[in-house]
DNA sequence: TTGGAATGTCAACAAGGCTGACATATGATG
DNA sequence: CATCATATGTCAGCCTTGTTGACATTCCAA
């Protein structure tokens, strides 16, 4: 696909250009704003000698309590040894709690502790402060347009999993 | 801020309530779209030794060729010597050329290669295929808010360097 | 001439990915 | 019951990409 080929979306009374100039002003905008998304919670978890991985992996725990291990592996991506590295800080720092299954014993349930809940407010306060200020500055409408867009944007698995958090969360 | 609390959101006509589960399914969106973003550049560069932080280095300098290293220390965000490693292994595989400044003879100034610009389409196409399709699903007003929200998502400083970058290039 | 800026480079280290291999416990099935 | 598959944990080793600190070089500018 050469450089000034245009792709044409029709949309209503709309109708949008799409020159690769834009498109390349969409992957920028999408590279520093995820820079401005984590930014936060990076700050708070560099004091605590956590990392990003800790904080998607407490983030997911808390979004689905009793989840496990092979349900988490399949949201975040990463292969066992990674995550296990990642939960046993968790669980031995007292953030997060491993049950045995109870129908299946084999299987283990993560939950998060007192102290989980509290970090994970600490993180999630700070990120959906920023999630709502940008939403606020760029109105309700764009806000639809957002995730339409980061919707599409997903992989199809990955947008399977999205929805299907989506729609069983409150 | 505890869960509960809803911020709203005036906009013309409309009256957006965001409670902190419509944040929180922003943010997990936000998550799994980038792994989208970048899922097609990772697979091209993993055949070839190659990681993110080359894709990076690699798409700001066909962005704004002769570009010096300390402007794209800003534009990226690392140190010197993460860049330098990532530019050194560009240079000696001849897909970036690296020419002392005329005026200032300490700048090094960054120009792709023939070779440069060849794996710039590649990468670029793969992420501007996905980019395209996204938008096409997603309509012209969705796009329009897309780029606004991910604008009022970042840094300031970065969103300067963004504004600067996409009205200056054509 | 001297100080500071821009750059490059070396060393060491850490986080967090990965693969491969192996152990354990348990469920499921013939 | 025996066997196979599944879920998990763990060890070892490797890679990328980030970090800090130290130091050399070059060269502009006061």
Do not use: C, W
């Not at 991985?53 to 066992?80: D, E, Q, S, Y």
């Not at 990642?86 to 031995?92: D, H, P």
């Not at 998060?112 to 500055?137: I, V």
């Amino acid at each position: 696909m050469a450089d000034g080929r245009m792709a044409q979306i029709y949309g209503g009374e709309n109708l949008l250009f799409l020159t690769d100039e834009q498109l390349r002003q969409g992957i920028e905008a999408m590279f520093f704003a995820y820079r401005g998304f984590t930014a936060d919670p990076d700050r708070i978890l560099a004091d605590l000698a956590y990392g990003r991985a800790h904080h998607r992996a407490i983030h997911f725990i808390n979004r689905a309590p009793g989840t496990t291990v092979n349900n988490l592996l399949a949201l975040l991506g990463v292969t066992k040894q990674s995550l296990n590295r990642v939960l046993r800080a968790l669980i031995a720092d007292g953030l997060v709690e491993s049950r045995v299954g109870t129908s299946d014993k084999r299987e283990r349930h993560l939950y998060l502790t007192d102290a989980g809940r509290a970090l994970e407010s600490r993180l999630s306060d700070a990120q959906r402060a920023r999630m709502r200020s940008a939403y606020r500055d760029a109105g309700p409408e764009a806000v639809a347009g957002f995730r339409q867009v980061l919707e599409a944007m997903m992989d199809a698995d990955m947008r399977r999993a999205y929805v299907r958090m989506r729609d069983g969360a409150a």
